[in-house]
């Protein structure tokens, strides 16, 4: 059994099953072969509801996990907050950004499911 994976000339097919879709080098139209825009040629999907909710939600928990590392967060209108300098201030934000990410994961799957 081989790949599912055949490469010809300028093109990648994918054969699935008894369908195959052919996929276009990026110099050529981003255009499946029955004409459809595939997903990563408009990016501008992301900005729209519910995906912007999935963007901000993974963007809070990489800024949580940024901040544990760093020791370091920042506070609106007071700059930077350390962990050694202010523990409890420090993890009641971290805890603040990982419940406004749980948030915006939680709306995405609501609205998608």
């Given at each position: ?48 509801p519910p995906n912007?909710?999935l963007v901000l ?56 499911t």
């Open positions: 059994m081989g790949s599912p994976f055949r490469i010809r000339k300028r093109h990648l097919t994918l054969e699935t099953g008894s369908q195959a879709r052919c996929y276009r080098d990026s110099r050529e139209s981003r255009k499946w072969k029955g004409g459809e825009t595939t997903v990563m040629s408009d990016l501008g999907f992301l900005l729209k912007i909710y939600g993974v963007t809070s928990f990489t800024g949580v996990v940024a901040s544990i590392c760093a020791g370091k967060t920042r506070t609106w209108g007071y700059g930077w907050v350390y962990r050694d300098e202010k523990p409890a201030d420090f993890w009641w934000l971290i805890a603040i950004y990982c419940f406004g990410g749980f948030l915006f994961i939680g709306t995405f799957l609501y609205m998608v």
